[in-house]
């Protein structure tokens, strides 16, 4: 038999592979609440317009909600030849309310109604990154708090570079999830236009009032030019850049936890909540929730590029390759909540090994940088030669198999003689740290400084 939506001109039903290929209500059917509210809204505007009666509408509105109680519910039918969210939901109502229901999709079409859904959708889900976001970012800011003076090795090619605090390095990451929300933030405000009554591509001749959907809808403005807001998804590319960006930063972090959880480093322990074990080798804690954090990234950027590839070239307006957009979305989103849940749990519980860290900092001549910069000022030595001389001063504890505070006064006068044992006071960890007052630098203060101005920002 022919589709009872649009059959007419049919004589005979889909083949069951069309059926397949062409039902999207597997997936799209998680945008039930958004094609319910939509299609409320659009029913309230065309009884206040006189499009319909307002006993229509009262029904239509009515019934909408009880389509949508039983969906909540699990007692409602989807069916796959029924396509999608849009149909099944309105042939459901035709059956609670009766012809009134047949009027609904007067002045609209599917692409501004299924544009309208998706939109809604993704806004709801800007809004849980945001949140997910800055709760990570409460985590981090706690983390950053306590360990405002510990010292811990900075890295630059991975090799030590200078110490860094704690703090400093928890703030870091600070700044890139503040980025990663602002970019939440613009796209939402970019994307809150209401798709709603551009009909199926060129608007409608009936006298419809975009403003109140749009309105009623938690949008801007309605879209202004009817083409461009069935056939834009520039919306849904701008959510998965801004959560590959997102999880690419996620994922740095994670690799800096799984490195730092090893043996071999043992610069945090992770809890037991976020960790597993083996099934052969009875000893060992691995760090699977930052693993998969570190790998969510591949799945978020595969989407993101999908939805490009299927967007680019289609000629306007609506083309079914757009359906094709829900999915990737969907995944996407799922499982940057998942990364942002998880890695919010992981720096909860995550003890920093403070002892171990402050070793770590000192070894690998991680001070030399201070002994140069001291040689400039004590000595008025160009940095260039103070450089030099300091190289050289490296070459000789390392030869004695030492480090740079365990060479005595004479041995560094060997290598310049103008040198006074004050050079010993600026050769140890927290020395060199607390010296880095420089804005945004890793001393104490700059770091409780930037603390105390993302609380501000967070309150
Ligand atoms: N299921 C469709 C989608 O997700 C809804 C829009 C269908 N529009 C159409 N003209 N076939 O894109």
Redesign the pocket.
């Known amino acids: 038999s022919s589709n009872q939506m649009w059959g007419g001109r049919f004589a005979a039903g889909p083949d069951a592979i069309m059926e397949a290929i062409n039902a999207?209500i597997g997936f799209?059917q998680r945008m039930a609440a958004q094609d319910i509210a939509g299609s409320r809204a659009h029913a309230a505007m065309l009884a206040a317009t006189g499009i319909v009666s307002d006993s229509d509408a009262a029904a239509m509105r009515e019934g909408l909600l009880t389509v949508l109680s039983e969906i909540e519910g699990g007692t409602f039918a989807f069916s796959s030849a029924l396509?999608?969210i849009?149909m099944n939901v309105e042939a459901r109502l035709k059956e609670i309310i009766g012809e009134p229901a047949g009027r609904l999709h007067t002045g609209r079409s599917?692409?501004d109604q299924?544009a309208t859904d998706f939109k809604l959708w993704v806004r709801d889900q800007i809004d849980a990154a945001i949140s997910g976001i800055e709760a990570l970012i409460a985590a981090l800011l706690d983390q950053a708090e306590a360990g405002a003076e510990w010292v811990m090795p900075g890295f630059t090619h991975l090799q030590t570079a200078q110490p860094v605090t704690w703090g400093h390095h928890m703030m870091a990451y600070v700044e890139m999830l503040g980025r990663d929300r602002s970019r939440f933030v613009d796209a939402r405000a970019r994307m809150n236009e209401c798709p709603l009554g551009a009909a199926a591509l060129a608007g409608t001749s009936f006298p419809i009032d975009r403003e109140m959907t749009a309105q009623a809808l938690g949008f801007d403005r309605p879209a202004a030019n009817s083409l461009d807001a069935v056939s834009d998804r520039d919306f849904a590319l701008d959510f998965l850049s801004a959560a590959s960006i997102c999880a690419m930063h996620l994922s740095r972090f994670a690799e800096e936890l799984v490195i730092w959880s090893s043996a071999q480093f043992r610069f945090v322990t992770l809890s037991d909540r976020f960790s597993t074990g083996s099934s052969i080798m009875p000893q060992k804690k691995n760090p699977d929730a930052a693993e998969l954090i570190r790998a969510k990234i591949g799945r978020i950027f595969g989407a993101n590029v999908a939805l490009m590839t299927v967007m680019k070239g289609l000629p306007l307006a609506?083309s079914?390759d757009?359906?094709e957009d829900?999915e990737q979305v969907f995944d996407a989103a799922d499982n940057l909540m998942l990364a942002l849940a998880a890695m919010e749990g992981m720096v909860k519980d995550m003890s920093a090994n403070v002892a171990n860290l402050e070793a770590a900092a000192g070894a690998g001549f991680s001070t030399a940088t201070d002994l140069a910069d001291w040689l400039v000022r004590a000595l008025n030595m160009p940095f260039r030669d103070a450089h030099h001389v300091t190289g050289s001063l490296v070459a000789l504890a390392e030869s004695k198999g030492c480090d740079l505070p365990d060479l005595s006064l004479s041995e560094m006068q060997s290598v310049h003689g103008a040198i006074t044992d004050e050079v010993f006071g600026v050769l140890g960890v927290h020395n060199s740290v607390a010296s880095r007052v420089s804005y945004g630098g890793t001393a104490p203060e700059q770091v409780r400084t930037q603390i105390a101005r993302w609380r501000e920002v967070m309150s």
Do not use: F, G, L
């Open positions: 999207s799209d396509e999608d849009h599917r692409n299924v609506y079914k757009m359906q829900k």
